[in-house]
């Protein structure tokens, strides 16, 4: 069964505007995290940042945060203020027993 | 943050030759080491997972005999892919985590080409 579900295979955002990635888990268990990950075309996986299932406020780090709706098992990506170097896959995971990941979507962002 | 290292970054081999890929954790320890393949414009599929010392645990549809999986040390596991097919090219990712953390710290990637 799908754990982790992103519905968006791709996205286009106008430079310096702001774009949400959505994600959603299913799992039963009460301890996970959350995390998403950014893949050049070079391969790297780059973490960009981590909710862990107890946390109680949305992650943030730099101009990503995390829209953590527990009840709704979101985890969407928000990216404020697009920059050309954004455009990339975009990666949702969880971590259960072992990482779990999503189909990936791939964001374009338009001068 | 914690760097992981992959070598070779990227392989050539003759159809039938193995190829050995190896992961190491620079600066912490790492007891448990994940093996990912990842196709073009698809997501990346867990291998196996190996702990220090013990054998590979691999997901299921994984060919252990051919994908064989050492984790010898708490800083280095190998990936060898045996009797290589142009099937097996892949692009070959390794993560490390260490015992106090449930975050994995993801290597460059290997590109394998199977000629």
């Known amino acids: 069964a799908q754990k982790i579900t992103q519905t968006q295979p791709g996205m286009f955002v106008q430079e310096k505007e702001a774009v949400t990635l959505d994600c959603t888990y299913d799992t039963s268990d009460q301890s996970y995290g959350l995390f998403w990950y950014k893949q050049p075309s070079s391969g790297e996986m780059i973490f960009l940042i981590y909710q862990g299932s107890y946390d109680e406020q949305n992650a943030t780090e730099g101009r990503y945060s995390l829209n953590f709706q527990k009840a709704r098992k979101s985890a969407n990506l928000v990216i404020s203020a697009s920059q050309l170097g954004d455009s990339a896959m975009y990666f949702c995971?969880?971590?259960?027993?072992?990482?779990?990941f999503g189909s990936g979507t791939k964001l374009n962002v338009k001068p | 943050g914690a760097v992981v290292s992959q070598h070779p970054s990227w392989v050539i081999c003759k159809s039938g030759t193995s190829v050995k890929i190896e992961c190491r954790s620079l600066d912490f320890q790492a007891t448990t080491m994940f093996w990912y393949r990842q196709f073009p414009k698809q997501s990346l599929m867990l291998m196996a997972t190996s702990n220090e010392g013990s054998k590979a645990t691999y997901e299921q549809g994984v060919e252990k005999d051919k994908f064989l999986i050492n984790h010898a040390s708490l800083t280095l596991s190998t990936l060898t892919v045996t009797s290589a097919h142009p099937e097996d090219s892949s692009f070959y990712i390794c993560?490390?985590?260490?015992?106090?953390?449930?975050?994995?710290?993801f290597g460059p990637g290997t590109r394998l080409t199977v000629t």
């Open positions: 993560s490390a985590r260490a015992s106090s953390s449930y975050e994995q710290y």
């Open positions: 995971a969880m971590i259960l027993n072992k990482f779990y």
